[in-house]
């Protein structure tokens, strides 16, 4: 019971032939050598030798360098503490100051050597800083990098290829069971002095070794279940100062990594932080140059870092810090005891509720799950935010870090975005909803009253953007219809092209609600590609109008400029187009120029601004229609669902005849498996409770499945009907002339203002930085 017999696969020599030519060689057969392995408190934990082809390619040669641990766990990855496993870094005694994540699927390897590449770079520029107390040469000590793999079956070989490569997978030492209980996951641990250049996949020079951690779950269990690994297993093992959340195909910037440690290390108080979310532009920018979605998102990135995260950074709370680059003070994260029910709550409690909640399952027991809940968790790192600036009794604060950046590649094609941005906006708003409500939360915590009152400031601030977003449908139409009617009382021809494209418009809208609600996008792919060119064409058209109406109100105004004077500005301010159209509309993306040119970032207004102008009505009207309607889908991602697991384990075998055979698990105990079976067939009572609990599952099944349709049902019903009753009151009983239309005048001043908080708020934090 304490030894398990493991084989350790040898490479076969190769027959020595002096034929030069004729088929190629096909993979040469292993063999095996039975080795017995003493278990250590019961788990399996094997020091295997790395192939000599790697360590005769590498400077340094100790024990860590030639050996990689294996070690087979087979409980969850909460209990990992608990159950007594280990990692090395603890027994080699060493303090780990930056504990690194890199989360996959089933990325190839150049995806993941982008990213594995990257951190090798900054690992290597940290152990750099001659001069710093922390890190210097043997800086890599206090830095260890964990590769989480969703799947066993579900990795990509080419990146199993590549772990293999640089020394941290083997996988002919691999175990499925011990002790008769199935692996939950393989970790291998090594020490790699190589890596590999993502686009050639040549060794590139390291210098500087990597503390690797390489966790290959058993089972596709989503990303989220992979942090769980992450933060509670391995880390409350390794207790690290700071943790950084990377996804594969996501690639650190120089110095990034140096630079979200030292905003931790510059400010004890700060809990989170994130750099820069950079569209991968391709060379030359090619992909903003011949893709307008890309350009699109390159913008709404760009401005989002340098408006968005700058206000929120200044007020202390960043709604979101992104999962694919971000980073966690583990102390700020760590969960606490209640005194009252004595079980861990905090940020750490509540972020990985979503994971039970999505599995149905708390203590192997049914739990009913409504949709506000699951959708909410959909954006689980929006709750950890919040969790985190409203911690009981703590006073920690997120940070956005403008000198971090990582680039990362944004879907390029139109269905793709559609199921990212699905998930995207129904977390988000329903996250927002759940943050909103729980404003008070931030007075139970140790913040100070000034920071308290800022604090709530920025929750209104959400609250008005979430009632804005809200009803961003009907705002949309309402803009079309006004500028619309303004413009066709001067020509005929206008009047029919504006009656045209409002059918088009409404046509559309409609259009839209029934692809979402039936159908899903990977098959009515032509009909959204349309869709989005139609509305691209209107938006055109409004841009249009907005031009001939301002020049005609100038025309009009009888003002006159013969130099710059205060009469010549009162004027102008006193007509109405200067003031509601044309000073707003400046004042929203002016300020865009403005503040990207005191950024000295002003390249994405000239390469990406048009195109994501000409998809605004694409991100207003598709992405939200498609996101409502599917409101009751709560699946994370398109990385599909866990694969069922093999009845048993079979290895195949080629004898010297190459004949093939098959290993199998034949059961002792048939009589006893025929006799639990006629049983039941005899025993009514038997047979009727199995039919009982088949039909209650069945039933709870259904109950859910039909509270989901409700819900869906009422939530939908209700933005749109609201969204359509705005319409009717604006239409009906205020003044068609845009000039006389308050509600019109409302949504462009209502913009403008937010945007110029935003630029105040993004000015401050320049400021911020100088000091």
């Known amino acids: 019971p304490y030894q398990l017999t493991i084989e350790i696969s040898e490479k076969t020599q190769p027959e020595s032939k002096t034929i030069h030519y004729g088929e190629a060689p096909s993979i040469q057969p292993r063999r095996y050598t039975q080795k017995e392995i003493k278990l250590s408190d019961g788990h399996f934990v094997y020091d295997c030798p790395v192939p000599t082809g790697l360590t005769t390619k590498v400077p340094l040669k100790e024990k860590e360098f030639d050996k990689v641990r294996y070690t087979a766990c087979t409980c969850d990855p909460d209990d990992f503490e608990r159950e007594k496993y280990t990692l090395r870094q603890k027994t080699y005694e060493r303090d780990t100051e930056i504990f690194i994540v890199i989360t996959m699927y089933n990325e190839d390897a150049k995806l993941f050597a982008r990213t594995f590449h990257g951190v090798v770079e900054n690992i290597r520029e940290l152990c750099e800083r001659d001069r710093s107390d922390m890190w210097k040469k043997d800086g890599w000590k206090k830095v260890v990098v964990c590769i989480v793999s969703d799947g066993f079956e579900e990795i990509n070989i080419s990146t199993k290829a590549y772990l293999s490569a640089i020394g941290v997978f083997q996988e002919g030492v691999v175990k499925k069971e011990v002790n008769n209980k199935p692996v939950t996951a393989h970790i291998f641990e090594y020490t790699t002095q190589l890596c590999l250049d993502p686009e050639k996949m040549k060794p590139v020079e390291v210098h500087t070794p990597i503390q690797v951690l390489f966790c290959l779950k058993e089972e596709n269990t989503k990303k989220i279940n992979s942090h769980r690994w992450f933060f509670n297993a391995f880390g409350k093992i390794l207790e690290p100062n700071v943790c950084i959340l990377l996804d594969a195909g996501t690639k650190p910037g120089k110095k990034s990594i140096y630079h979200l440690w030292k905003a931790f290390d510059n400010n004890p108080s700060i809990g989170g932080a994130c750099g820069e979310i950079v569209a991968m532009k391709g060379k030359y920018g090619k992909n903003i140059l011949f893709n307008p979605l890309v350009a699109a998102q390159n913008f709404e990135y760009k401005m989002s870092n340098i408006l968005d995260k700058s206000l929120e950074s200044v007020f202390g709370y960043i709604t979101v810090l992104p999962g694919a680059f971000s980073a966690y003070r583990y102390r700020a994260i760590a969960n606490q005891i209640d005194p009252e029910t004595n079980e861990e709550v905090g940020p750490l409690a509540s972020y990985f509720l979503g994971e039970k909640l999505h599995n149905q399952k708390i203590n192997d027991q049914k739990i009913k799950t409504g949709l506000f809940e699951a959708n909410m968790y959909l954006a689980e790192d929006r709750i950890l935010c919040f969790e985190l600036i409203s911690k009981r009794d703590e006073s920690w604060l997120l940070r956005y ?16 975005l559609i199921k990212q941005r699905r998930r995207w906006l129904n977390g988000t708003f329903f996250a927002s909803l759940y943050a909103i409500s729980h ?53 005929n021809w206008e009047l029919i092209i504006y009656n045209g494209l409002k059918f088009i418009y409404i046509a559309l809208i409609v ?4 692809l979402a609600m039936g159908n899903k996008p990977g098959s009515t792919r032509l009909a959204y590609i349309f869709s989005t060119l139609f509305f691209a064409f209107i938006m055109i058209h409004m841009l249009i109008v907005i031009g001939r109406i301002t020049y005609i109100s100038i025309k009009d105004s009888q003002v006159k400029i013969d130099g710059l004077n205060l009469k010549s500005m009162q004027n102008i301010l006193s007509d109405f187009y200067f003031r509601n159209i044309v000073l707003s509309l400046l004042s929203t993306y002016g300020l865009y120029l403005i503040i990207s040119l005191l950024s000295f970032e002003p390249y994405h207004m000239i390469s990406s601004f048009a195109q994501y102008m000409l998809l605004v009505p694409f991100y207003v009207n598709v992405l939200n229609i498609y996101a409502f309607c599917n409101i009751h889908d709560v699946s994370w991602g398109t990385k599909g ?31 006893e498996e025929y006799e639990k079976v006629r049983s039941i067939l005899l025993d009514p009572k038997t047979r009727n409770d199995l039919q009982r609990q088949g039909e209650s599952k069945e039933r709870q099944e259904e109950e859910q499945k039909e509270s989901n349709a409700k819900f869906r049902t009422y939530l939908v019903s209700s933005w749109i009907f609201s969204n359509m009753l705005l319409i009717y009151l604006i239409t009906n009983f205020t003044s068609i002339s845009s000039s006389n239309n308050i509600y019109f005048i409302f949504i462009l001043w209502s913009v403008a203002i937010l945007a110029a908080i935003r630029f105040i708020g993004s000015c401050f934090y320049l400021i911020l930085r100088l000091f």
């Not at 870090?401 to 793709?416: G, H, N, Q, R």
């Not at 007075?443 to 601030?461: A, D, G, P, T």
């Not at 669902?641 to 093939?660: N, Y």
């Open 401 to 416: 870090v403008k000198s971090a950046s990582a680039e990362t590649d944004v879907p390029d094609k139109i269905i793709e």
């Open 439 to 491: 404003t008070f939360n931030i007075y139970r915590s140790k913040h100070s009253i000034l920071r308290k009152i800022l604090l709530s400031i920025e929750m209104f601030y959400q609250t008005y953007n979430l009632i804005f977003s809200w009803f961003a449908l009907g705002n949309l139409y309402l803009i079309f219809y006004i500028l619309g009617n303004s413009v066709a009382q001067y020509a």
């Open 511 to 514: 259009f839209q609600i029934a």
């Open 641 to 671: 669902d866990p694969k069922k697991k093999k009845v048993h384990d079979e290895k195949e075998k080629v004898d010297t005849k190459g004949d093939q055979s098959a290993t199998v698990d034949v059961p002792e105990d048939v009589d």
